[in-house]
């Protein structure tokens, strides 16, 4: 390894967290991937693979209400899928504010908090204002926090932050993991426990780069449009049973934890 210059880190600010983690995931966050294979695979245009996203959308935010999860980040749109092709993303746009159009006020009536993270800059003028509305109206809901990553990506979010400490001129000594993640444009919120990517693909896709540091993985290769209730149970499943045996190996210092560890990746189907 190269060398370093002294750490400017103390032992608290470094160690992992020590917190035993709930049966179920506080926070989970969803990469939802797949959307073009599942048209492909029907011959149907790509933006119907994101319209049938959207159905699994609604299932699994329903399914978040059901089994009591408190907040679900989803990664709808990243900075990095401005590269696609003008008519995929004019239809991402329309297909979020369509989804904002229709469903705010099932979202509403069943206590889901809308929140956004990103960067609304090069968003349609449409757009912007069903998202603050839905932020506004919906401010009050307290049983699901659905927080939309639209036009987000991490690494960006970092160098904003970044760029923002410096401009508040903090100085070096105040900067501590708890300070940057003040920074964060999930300011507020816990990290997320569980992170579950569809479709097969094992990447962050720089998605939550910085507070997926604890987080458990959950690939399946069930594409996105198929995901449902029965599928984020099994998630749910997988993650309990990682954590029964994060907590053997903490209470039995020394003893056999087993084999396949908490780190494992679940698969199912
Ligand atoms: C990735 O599938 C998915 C996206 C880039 C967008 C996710 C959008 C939805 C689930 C629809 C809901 C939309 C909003 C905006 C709320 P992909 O197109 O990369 O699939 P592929 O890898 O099979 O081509």
């Given at each position: 390894?190269?060398?370093?210059?002294?750490?400017?880190?103390?032992?608290?600010?470094?160690?992992?967290?020590?917190?035993?983690?709930?049966?179920?995931?506080?926070?989970?966050?969803?990469?939802m991937d797949g959307n073009g294979r599942w048209?492909?695979?029907?011959?149907?245009?790509?933006?119907?693979?994101?319209?049938?996203?959207?159905?699994?959308?609604?299932?699994?935010?329903?399914?978040?209400?059901?089994?009591?999860?408190?907040?679900?980040?989803?990664?709808?749109?990243?900075?990095?899928?401005?590269?696609?092709?003008?008519?995929?993303?004019?239809?991402?746009?329309?297909?979020?504010?369509?989804?904002?159009?229709?469903?705010?006020?099932?979202?509403?009536?069943?206590?889901?908090?809308?929140?956004?993270?990103?960067?609304?800059?090069?968003?349609?003028?449409?757009?912007?204002?069903?998202?603050?509305?839905?932020?506004?109206?919906?401010?009050?809901?307290?049983?699901?926090?659905?927080?939309?990553?639209?036009?987000?990506?991490?690494?960006?979010?970092?160098?904003?932050?970044?760029?923002?400490?410096?401009?508040?001129?903090?100085?070096?000594?105040?900067?501590?993991?708890?300070?940057?993640?003040?920074?964060?444009?999930?300011?507020?919120?816990?990290?997320?426990?569980?992170?579950?990517?569809?479709?097969?693909?094992?990447?962050?896709?720089?998605?939550?780069?910085?507070?997926?540091?604890?987080?458990?993985?959950?690939?399946?290769?069930?594409?996105?449009?198929?995901?449902?209730?029965?599928?984020?149970?099994?998630?749910?499943?997988?993650?309990?049973?990682?954590?029964?045996?994060?907590?053997?190996?903490?209470?039995?210092?020394?003893?056999?934890?087993?084999?396949?560890?908490?780190?494992?990746?679940?698969?199912?189907?």
């Amino acid at each position: 390894m190269a060398a370093r210059p002294p750490a400017a880190v103390s032992p608290a600010d470094a160690a992992p967290p020590e917190r035993a983690r709930p049966a179920r995931p506080q926070h989970i966050a969803v990469i939802m991937d797949g959307n073009g294979r599942w048209a492909r695979r029907r011959g149907l245009p790509r933006l119907a693979g994101h319209r049938a996203g959207t159905e699994a959308l609604r299932r699994v935010i329903e399914a978040c209400v059901e089994f009591e999860v408190p907040i679900l980040t989803i990664y709808a749109f990243s900075t990095e899928n401005w590269k696609r092709p003008p008519h995929e993303v004019r239809g991402l746009m329309f297909l979020l504010e369509e989804v904002i159009e229709r469903q705010l006020d099932a979202l509403d009536q069943n206590g889901v908090q809308i929140r956004h993270i990103g960067w609304l800059d090069h968003v349609p003028d449409n757009l912007r204002r069903a998202i603050a509305r839905a932020i506004e109206r919906t401010a009050k809901n307290e049983r699901l926090v659905l927080n939309v990553a639209f036009n987000y990506g991490s690494r960006h979010e970092i160098v904003r932050a970044v760029r923002r400490i410096v401009a508040d001129a903090v100085p070096p000594e105040e900067i501590d993991e708890a300070l940057i993640e003040r920074y964060l444009e999930t300011a507020g919120l816990p990290d997320p426990d569980l992170i579950i990517r569809t479709s097969g693909e094992m990447r962050l896709s720089n998605f939550l780069l910085w507070q997926a540091a604890y987080a458990e993985i959950y690939a399946t290769p069930t594409l996105w449009p198929d995901f449902g209730r029965d599928e984020l149970r099994r998630a749910l499943d997988s993650y309990a049973e990682r954590e029964r045996r994060y907590g053997g190996r903490l209470d039995e210092a020394g003893g056999d934890v087993g084999e396949g560890t908490a780190v494992g990746v679940g698969q199912s189907g």
